[in-house]
T-cell receptor, first 109, second 113 residues
Framework: GQNIDQPTEMTATEGAIVQINCTYQ??????LFWYQQHAGEAPTFLSY??LDGLEEKGRFSSFLSRSKGYSYLLLKELQMKDSASYLC??????????WGAGTKLIIKP | DAEITQSPRHKITETGRQVTLACHQT?????MFWYRQDLGHGLRLIHY???????NKGEVSDGYSVSRSNTEDLPLTLESAASSQTSVYFC????????????FGQGTRLTVV
């Protein structure tokens, strides 16, 4: 079966750095997405990786290793507004998105 | 600005009733999707459409149906609502497949009593 694993919850301090991991086992691979979802709101796109390596976008970076079935989202200079759930999703060989259950990130002052 | 809107935002219905959730997008996207989101689960695909008159079943399609008569709308119908269908429903659209982000509506919280 297809599976996406990410930690259920993480806590970090304002101004610090946090890394959210995602491991996957899917039927084929056509890219990995990270979305941010604030409580009670819709998911919004953060990043897309299809090749191995690091993609940097401001305070957020996303890394992919296809051989290891592994990705992480790195958030720097954490702000209180970064408190949200972070969703990892993999596009499989049928171009369907398989979603992880999300990681709830709690930022403390 | 282009957008994707869902209605209603909240609905309470009784077991056995037929319910329709609306989704309307002005992105002019061919691809539209319906997901449900429950605690402890990732988003799960209910139905999807790649264009007018095209509809496909997703992972959890039993008890749901959709129709696509134009580019903008993909209504989701619960034929006979069950308590197991209490959930938050998200509609999404995307321009294509690889590398393109999906845009989500604000969600509909449905409670079946």
């Amino acid at each position: 079966g297809q599976n996406i694993d990410q930690p259920t919850e993480m806590t970090a301090t304002e101004g610090a750095i946090v890394q959210i991991n995602c491991t996957y086992q899917t039927s084929g691979f056509n890219g990995l997405f990270w979305y941010q979802q604030h409580a009670g709101e819709a998911p919004t796109f953060l990043s897309y990786n299809v090749l191995d390596g690091l993609e940097e976008k401001g305070r957020f970076s996303s890394f992919l290793s296809r051989s290891k079935g592994y990705s992480y989202l790195l958030l720097k200079e954490l702000q209180m507004k970064d408190s949200a759930s972070y969703l990892c999703a993999v596009m499989d060989s049928n171009y369907q998105l398989i979603w992880g259950a999300g990681t709830k990130l709690i930022i403390k002052p | 600005d282009a957008e994707i809107t869902q209605s209603p935002r909240h609905k309470i219905t009784e077991t056995g009733r037929q319910v329709t959730l609306a989704c309307h997008q002005t992105w002019n996207h061919n691809n539209m999707f319906w997901y449900r989101q429950d605690l402890g689960h990732g988003l799960r695909l209910i139905h999807y459409s790649y264009g007018v008159q095209d509809t496909n079943k997703g992972e959890v399609s039993d008890g749901y149906s959709v129709s696509r008569s134009n580019t903008e709308d993909l209504p989701l119908t619960l034929e006979s609502a069950a308590s197991s269908q209490t959930s938050v429903y998200f509609c999404a659209s995307s321009e294509s497949f690889e590398g393109t982000e999906a845009f989500f509506g604000q969600g509909t919280r449905l409670t079946v009593v």
